[in-house]
């Protein structure tokens, strides 16, 4: 093997054993991250951890860019789970039970997601791209259900909105109307309000029957949204 091949795999391997580390870090202090304390688990100088991640924020933007990646994936499965591709509320309603799986196996993760902004952390553009995997499985339920015509343009929009999400649609969704982007947003928000009651507490004391109330509210959503039952 070329020596330059194998500086990459080490390279790769130490790349990935200090992310494991931090991960390990968000579990237990939450987003606070330290190179230094990360160096320290790894037995390293501080100034040789470095070499792979220059700041605390490129390290943050590593391990976003992977959770946005493992949730689209799991997302992106559970919808593939379903054989049938007309069934669009059952490809909804796996879409959302992938990401409560996803959410409570991987909450530090989750949190470092959709919890409180990190202070003094500005996202960069790749974390965008990344994000988007995850809703690209709503709206191709969506734009399919269009196209086979299941679902209709609900035209119920107000006008601001509809120039905001006739920007959006263009730019990523053109075979879905803003209206019905619209009604698939809301389905998608509430979905990641539910899973984020669970996780960080609110459902606390209220309901136990928590995978059966997350199935009832996005059958519910899914109403709203207009999917066939």
């Not at 040789?48 to 499965?77: C, K, M, N, Q």
Request: charged content about 20%; glycine content about 10%; hydrophobic content about 50%.
């Amino acid at each position: 093997m070329p020596a330059a091949s194998i500086r990459a795999r080490a390279r790769a391997e130490m790349i990935n054993e200090i992310k494991a580390i931090a991960r390990r870090h968000l579990a237990a202090e939450g987003a606070n991250l330290s190179l230094r304390a990360v160096a320290r688990d790894m037995g390293m100088v501080s100034s040789a951890i470095y070499r792979y991640f220059p700041s605390r924020d490129e390290l943050l933007t590593a391990l976003i860019v992977d959770g946005y990646h493992a949730l689209g994936d799991a997302v992106a499965a559970g919808d593939a789970e379903v054989t049938d591709r007309t069934d669009l509320r059952g490809r909804w309603l796996a879409a959302c039970h992938a990401v409560r799986r996803w959410a409570l196996a991987h909450p530090a993760e989750y949190a470092l997601l959709f919890g409180s902004p990190v202070p003094g952390y500005a996202a960069p553009q790749e974390t965008t791209v990344a994000a988007v995997r995850t809703p690209t499985v709503l709206i191709g339920i969506l734009a399919d259900g269009f196209a086979a015509g299941a679902l209709s343009d609900p035209g119920d929009l107000p006008g601001p909105v509809q120039a905001d999400l006739a920007a959006v649609r263009g730019g990523f969704f053109p075979g879905v109307p803003e209206a019905l982007l619209s009604r698939g947003a809301t389905g998608w928000m509430s979905c990641f309000g539910a899973v984020s009651f669970e996780l960080f507490g609110q459902l606390d004391g209220l309901i136990q029957a928590r995978e059966e109330y997350f199935d009832h509210q996005m059958r519910r959503m899914a109403d709203l949204i207009g999917l066939p039952g």
